[in-house]
């Protein structure tokens, strides 16, 4: 069983950052592949990026391309997502997940685990 805990969100101005975190606990950090993803209310929810195991691949929804970066700290049990530039649009609750088979997947229903969600508004 792996928990996930994601802190970070909050309110923030069209065109500012926010540095999203999630902590793990209960399984071997470096073994799990993870993901970020949002949903807005009377939405599905999507893909934002995805990070394999070592971190040495990344895999990026293209609306977000070159203003989100993830990455993680395999020391610290935690993934990040840094967000820049934000728009109003991507208001949404914030997800952490994780998957226990190898390699990155942009589907949500191939992980296993997920947090409860952080929120993020972004006002114009």
């Known amino acids: 069983q792996v928990q996930l805990v994601e802190s970070g969100g909050g309110l923030v101005q069209a065109g500012g950052s926010l540095r999203l975190s999630c902590a793990a606990s209960?399984?071997?950090?470096?073994?799990?592949?993870l993901g970020w993803f949002r949903q807005a209310p009377g939405k599905e929810r999507g893909f934002v990026a995805a990070?394999?195991?070592?971190?040495?691949?990344?895999y990026y929804a293209d609306s977000v391309k070159g203003r989100f970066t993830i990455s993680r700290d395999n020391g610290k049990n935690t993934v990040y997502l840094q967000m820049n530039s934000l728009k109003p649009e991507e208001t949404a609750v914030y997800y952490c997940?994780?998957?226990?088979?190898?390699?990155?997947?942009?589907?949500?229903?191939?992980?296993?685990?997920w947090g409860q969600g952080t929120q993020v508004t972004v006002s114009s």
């Open positions: 997940a994780a998957r226990v088979a190898p390699g990155m997947d942009s589907r949500p229903q191939w992980y296993d685990y």
């Open positions: 209960g399984r071997t950090f470096s073994s799990l592949a």
């Open positions: 990070i394999s195991r070592s971190g040495g691949s990344t």
